[in-house]
């Protein structure tokens, strides 16, 4: 995979997480607010529960920004498509998937072992 290609395709994933992460916290506001306005409420764990789940979620998305971030890395210095691990390139078809992706298919399946 050329620079060009692995540029344009962290940018889109960055630009894509960051709007993810950006409505979340919007949707987040909303919700808060409207669970503090008086009205009848039947379940009162709902709000912590909803409060939760988008705080797990915003989490993730920051994590996916972070990965982001280490690939523009690695592409500035030369070792993007290697696998952090091992040095063994990751295919194109991978990175093409996952332009985020640090280990191979194969070293991503044992990880999750």
Do not use: C, H, K, W
Not at 102 to 107: A, I, R, Y
Request: proline share 4%.
């Amino acid at each position: 995979m050329d620079e060009d290609e692995a540029r344009e395709l962290l940018r889109v994933e960055r630009d894509r997480v960051q709007q993810l992460l950006d409505d979340m916290a919007q949707s987040g506001l909303d919700n808060r607010a409207a669970a503090s306005e008086p009205g009848d409420m039947t379940d009162s764990a709902e709000p912590l529960t909803s409060e939760q789940t988008d705080d797990a979620v915003a989490g993730a998305l920051r994590e996916r920004l972070e990965a982001i971030g280490r690939a523009e890395q690695r592409l500035a210095s030369g070792t993007f498509g290697r696998s952090v691990r091992s040095g063994v390139p990751i295919s194109d078809d991978r990175l093409r998937a996952d332009p985020a992706a640090e280990l191979t298919v194969e070293e991503a399946g044992q990880a999750r072992r």
